[in-house]
């Protein structure tokens, strides 16, 4: 791994990341039991603005990390966050699909953005492609909601998952 990689940095934003990840599986199970309209209930909706929230400081510790290839986050990982914002507002204020496919739209960037970390830990721990595979899986899962078939995304996220506890686990010694 490149030595001016700050460890500390990265780890903590896997450690974020793992918990977003959680608590984006238990929304998608929902997601998946309930249908789509869960996503404009009230519990629906808190639950997607904490999950936003958790990308703050994430993308916060990922370009702080000096990561290679740190020009795909730094592009990636604010537009994410920005149109994700856009579409929660949007749905929150309107209760309309529009506001749905805006926040798939911004979920878009983050395998992308997630192609930095991958690139910094690809040599170090082959596990970086669980992330990346399971981050893109996620995310080409998330329109088929709106079909009521969320299982690859469910599948996506717990791939995703396991790459960042592994990750944090030997990044950690």
Do not use: C
């Amino acid at each position: 791994m490149n030595p001016s990689v700050r460890t500390q940095s990265v780890i903590s934003g896997l450690k974020v990341s793992v918990v977003a990840a959680v608590l984006i599986m238990a929304l998608l199970v929902q997601l998946q039991l309930f249908g789509v309209r869960y996503a404009y209930s009230l519990p629906g909706l808190i639950q997607m603005f904490v999950i936003w929230l958790l990308s703050l400081p994430a993308t916060h510790f990922y370009i702080k990390s000096n990561l290679d290839k740190a020009l795909i986050l730094k592009v990636a990982a604010p537009l994410a966050v920005a149109v994700t914002a856009v579409g929660l507002l949007y749905t929150a204020l309107t209760g309309e699909l529009q506001g749905l496919e805006l926040i798939v739209l911004g979920y878009l960037f983050e395998p992308i953005a997630g192609i930095s970390i991958f690139l910094t830990l690809r040599e170090f721990s082959p596990e970086s492609y669980m992330f990346i595979v399971g981050a893109f899986a996620y995310t080409l899962g998330l329109p088929l909601y709106f079909f009521d078939f969320g299982y690859l995304a469910m599948i996506g996220d717990a791939v995703k998952l396991s790459g960042l506890l592994i990750l944090i686990r030997r990044l950690s010694r």
